[in-house]
């Protein structure tokens, strides 16, 4: 059963600071993973998709790499701001499945 | 594209009483997935569909829990009797039905059963 992991739970950083999220998964037989954003009472945002032949994909000041061998993946910040503070989830879509297994997520926040 | 579209966004409701949850996916996509999210177990998949069939439905809860389909835009998802313990938010996502694709969630339904 693929199960996905994020750390840390929280983390609290001043604007400007570059940050890294992590997220790891138990299976490495998967067919993309995707990195999400979600806003206090709001729904989720995809931010990057990353195919399981990909090691890494870039948007913005977003950066998500994958390792799928060690099951890993990270997503960095560049530069962070007030604006990125939310709640960032990642999410593997296992092989022979079309759903999504989701991390718990790391709760994000940038102090001006 | 106006995205996923959920309705209503925030629904209370008495114990006991039935609730229907809807859902109009994005326009050419033909999977489907309904998920709920909550603080103990975060976002659970319930079932999902792909061209209109549901093709898993291992999460639904319970029997109390039904959803359908009935054509390309549009999903229902139905709690009869509805409990506390289902209170949580729930979101419909759609995607094409490649496994390479994005998936799109919607803003979600927050559901309190008093």
């Known amino acids: 059963k693929q199960e996905v992991t994020q750390i840390p739970a929280a983390l609290s950083v001043p604007e400007g600071e570059n940050l890294v999220l992590n997220c790891s998964f138990t299976d490495s037989a998967i067919y993309n993973l995707q990195w999400f954003r979600q806003d206090p009472g709001k729904g989720l945002t995809s931010l990057l998709l990353?195919?399981?032949?990909?090691r890494e994909q870039t948007s913005g000041r977003l950066n998500a790499s994958l390792d799928k061998s060690s099951g890993r993946s990270t997503l960095y910040i560049a530069a962070s701001q007030p604006g990125d503070s939310a709640t960032y989830l990642c999410?593997?879509?296992?092989?022979?499945?079309?759903?999504?297994?989701f991390g718990t997520g790391t709760r994000l926040l940038v102090s001006p | 594209d106006a995205g996923v579209i959920q309705s209503p966004r925030h629904e209370v409701t008495e114990m006991g009483q039935e609730v229907t949850l809807r859902c109009k996916p994005i326009s050419g996509h033909n999977s489907l997935f309904w998920y709920r999210q909550t603080m103990m177990r975060g976002l659970e998949l319930l079932i999902y569909?792909?061209?209109?069939?549901?093709?898993?439905d291992s999460g639904m809860p319970e029997d109390r829990f039904s959803a359908k389909m009935p054509n390309a835009s549009f999903s229902t998802l139905k709690i009869q009797p509805s409990e506390p313990r289902d209170s949580a938010v729930y979101f419909c996502?759609?995607?094409?039905?490649?496994?390479?694709?994005?998936?799109?969630f919607g803003q979600g339904t927050r559901l309190t059963v008093v």
């Open positions: 990353i195919q399981s032949s990909q």
């Open positions: 999410a593997v879509r296992p092989r022979g499945f079309q759903k999504l297994v």
């Open positions: 569909f792909n061209n209109n069939v549901p093709i898993d």
């Open positions: 996502a759609s995607s094409l039905s490649r496994t390479n694709t994005e998936a799109f």
